[in-house]
């Protein structure tokens, strides 16, 4: 099992920025991606985007690129999402999440761990 932690979220105005936080523990050698995912009231949960625990991969949600960026520190097993020029339509409830090595996993595809979500408002 993995166990993830979110933590950054909150109240900023549009054009500003957040960074937000996701710690992983638990078996954290089986995980092969992190992802960022967000879910605004009314809408389905969407993929913002994703890095390889080796970090060789990134993938972006198209309407992110040049505003968000993912990284990630090994050593302390913690990805982040900064989100920059954020605007009203960002504002979500953002989880983190962890996808298991397998045949055939991709940054796009299935994740298998959660967090709990931590809100993210962005004020016009």
């Known amino acids: 099992q993995v166990q993830l932690v979110e933590s950054g979220g909150g109240l900023v105005q549009a054009g500003g920025s957040l960074r937000l936080s996701c710690a992983a523990s638990?078996?954290?050698?089986?995980?092969?991606?992190m992802g960022w995912f967000r879910q605004a009231p009314g809408k389905e949960r969407e993929f913002v985007g994703a890095?390889?625990?080796?970090?060789?991969?990134?993938s972006y949600l198209d309407s992110v690129k040049g505003r968000f960026t993912i990284s990630r520190d090994n050593a302390k097993n913690t990805v982040y999402l900064q989100m920059n020029s954020l605007k009203p339509e960002d504002t979500a409830v953002y989880y983190c999440a962890a996808a298991r090595i397998r045949p055939g996993v991709d940054v796009t595809g299935l994740y298998d761990y959660w967090g709990q979500g931590t809100q993210v408002t962005v004020s016009s």
């Open positions: 638990g078996r954290t050698f089986s995980i092969y991606a």
């Open positions: 890095i390889t625990w080796s970090g060789d991969r990134i």
